[in-house]
């Protein structure tokens, strides 16, 4: 039973890896790992959630400055999040998502629900 498991599970992953999307997916996390400009975009998000935590721990969530540096983490996200390159990666990754999802429920649709 288990090399059985095993074969097919090797089989769907082969699939997978042919698929366009999985390896557009593939090919752009490559090209965001190489941008200095989503790198740059990336590391101001993460100092700008960092300073919010500090002011909401100091401060507190209603103080006037832990509010402006929410809304400096949210202009750092969506900066990050409309970069071409980014929004691609995510629209790619949705769809290879969905798709690991269904493969998912298919597999698991016996276990779900306590039907076994």
Known sequence: MDEK???LASEINEELNKSQDVKLLNELDKKLDDSFEVYTLSNKKDEALERYISNKDLYGEDNEVT???LKELQRAKEELNN?????????VYSRVRDIYLQINNI?????KGGKC
Do not use: G, M
């Open 5 to 7: 498991v095993y074969n």
């Open 67 to 69: 509010i402006e540096s």
């Open 83 to 91: 970069h071409p390159l980014v929004k691609e990666y995510l629209s």
């Open 107 to 111: 597999l698991l649709d016996e276990f």
